[in-house]
């Protein structure tokens, strides 16, 4: 129920994307402006807020458990990635641009909204843990997968600078800020969580304005897409939930893994096609596609799961 009633929450902020879209009131400039906010500010705030705990109650060890099951969780995913387009029969071009799709989920937009909403500052403490591995993995592993066999210098394209990133450090910064128990002045902590505030409906707004541009009837009419999109949003997840249940008896970090794994197609993978050569209308109206279905499957499948 309350997976149900923040995904109608957020349904509704993408909804205002969309009106506003329609109503001019955003054009690509000021969504690109937007989505500079969120990933360089609000975002990094959001993860500082879960390290300024006054209040330790997760242990050590819960952290350590959550960072080997975040790295387990990838290479599941990896695993996953390399059979799927032969399950679907695809055409050897667009292996690369499904095998990103169903690795990388959108995390940071919608899926730490979702965890702080559902489960609080613990909850994101936990998501925080899989911001690392999302970096280094879209930056080496996505690059090469998207590369489809064209000349593409990979040691050029690969920078540190993309990897260790403002989110990247804001999570170091709040694991330390966590466990060294460090006092934050109350004028800063109020600074962090206003800016923090704006994720929310700064991102689900930009959601929105993207999929006020997609035609719909489209996006349905893809079928091997469609049965993809509910393999990336009910399978694994059912599948990986149901496997982590019998090493996770923490029923936070449980709930906090199937966010992370249930979340639609990150939406950087379009931008992965466009630069790295992939199929990137398919990866757009993947993005699209997941993240219309999500409201639905999110809510549906943690019912199921959890």
């Known amino acids: 129920m309350i997976l149900l009633q923040q995904m109608f929450v957020l349904f509704m902020l993408m909804a205002v994307g969309i009106i506003c879209r329609k109503t001019g009131l955003m054009n690509d400039k000021v969504s690109k402006g937007m989505s500079g906010i969120v990933v ?3 975002s990094p705030a ?11 109650v997760v242990t050590n060890r819960q952290l350590l458990a959550c960072a080997l099951v975040t790295v387990m969780i990838y290479l ?18 667009y292996f690369g641009t499904y095998r990103v799709m169903t690795i990388f989920s959108n995390i940071g937009f919608m899926g730490f909204p979702i965890v702080s909403a559902t489960y609080g500052s613990v909850g994101l403490l936990y998501a925080a843990f899989f911001q690392f591995p999302f970096n280094l ?6 690059i090469r997968a998207m590369r489809s066999g064209k000349d593409i210098d990979f040691d050029k394209s690969f920078s540190w600078k993309n990897i260790i990133n403002v989110g990247v450090i804001s999570v170091f910064i709040s694991l330390i800020l966590y466990l060294s128990h460090v006092h934050v002045p109350e004028p800063i902590e109020d600074v962090i969580t206003s800016l923090s505030g704006l994720t ?10 993207a999929l006020g541009g997609m035609k719909l009837k489209s ?36 709930g906090v893994c199937f966010v992370m794994i249930a979340t639609p197609v990150a939406s950087m993978s379009a931008m992965l096609a466009q630069y790295y050569g992939g199929d990137e209308d398919t990866a757009s109206r ?21």
Not at 286 to 306: D, E, F, K, R
Request: proline share 4%; with cysteine; glycine share 6%.
């Open 46 to 56: 959001f993860i500082l807020s879960a390290g300024i705990n006054k209040e330790q």
């Open 76 to 93: 599941g995913l990896i695993l996953v990635s390399l059979f799927l387009p032969f399950l679907l029969k695809l055409d050897k071009r």
């Open 286 to 306: 993947g993005v699209a596609l997941t993240t219309l279905l999500s409201v639905v499957t999110i809510p549906l499948v943690g019912a199921i799961c959890l």
């Open 200 to 209: 929310v409906p700064m991102s689900m707004m930009v959601i929105g304005y």
């Open 219 to 254: 996006l349905f009419e893809d079928y091997k897409l469609m049965i993809f999109s509910l393999i990336k949003l009910v399978v694994i997840p059912i599948i990986g939930v149901t496997i982590l249940k019998i090493f996770i008896k923490d029923q936070i970090l449980l």
């Open 137 to 142: 993995l879209i930056y080496t592993y996505g």
């Open 40 to 42: 360089n500010i609000a």
